[in-house]
């Protein structure tokens, strides 16, 4: 399935930040292998549709087009409209909820329930929300723009993310359907940080 295996075309950058369009293998996501000794509460990510009536958290009108995004809850994934072409000249990030747990570093392993979505076309490139399991991986082994996302959030926080073409893929990534120069939009539920 495309969206498995997606999940290294969107996250992993490399050891070098290459931008360079290669299939690296996916994070863990199995929940026989690495998952089997995590919590229940990280063990799924929700996903039912948030309430149609859901007042977005954030909104940002970026250098050309808008989007909005819904949070996620126990119950229900995110939702990201976007009005397109979305760009962004610089990387914002918007903690949609705040969590109790501890400071996620910048080095971290972290286990997320994401989705991503591509600004140029407002399509949903990724989500682990959609096959409904977590991913886990080092947080210094993502893009810039996802790692600055989660980086200095507090475990339990659910943010947001408008990302530049340089702090996601500024030479395209062909296999995800990103061009270069499309800025990427992430939500992004942070169930546990090592």
Not at 81 to 100: I, K, N, R, Y
């Amino acid at each position: 399935m495309f969206l498995a295996a997606s999940v290294s075309l969107v996250l992993l950058t490399g050891a070098c930040s290459s931008d360079e369009d290669t299939s690296s293998p996916a994070p863990s996501t199995s929940s026989a292998s690495s998952d089997a000794g995590a919590p229940a509460t990280s063990s799924t990510c929700p996903t039912a549709a948030p309430d149609a009536a859901a007042i977005p958290e954030w909104t940002l009108d970026g250098d050309s087009g808008s989007m909005a995004v819904v949070g996620s809850t126990d119950t229900a994934a995110p939702a990201v409209t976007v009005d397109t072409p979305f760009a962004v000249g610089e990387t914002q990030v918007e903690t949609l909820m705040a969590g109790d747990g501890p400071v996620v570093a910048a080095d971290a392993e972290v286990s997320v329930c994401y989705m991503g979505v591509n600004g140029r076309t407002g399509e949903t490139f990724d989500s682990s929300f959609e096959r409904g399991a977590p991913v886990e991986f080092p947080l210094d082994g993502v893009v810039a723009g996802f790692q600055k996302a989660i980086a200095g959030q507090t475990v339990g926080s659910t943010v947001a993310v408008a990302v530049t073409s340089a702090d996601g893929y500024a030479s395209g990534n062909p296999a995800a359907g990103i061009e270069p120069g499309d800025s990427l939009i992430f939500a992004i539920s942070i169930l546990s940080a090592a």
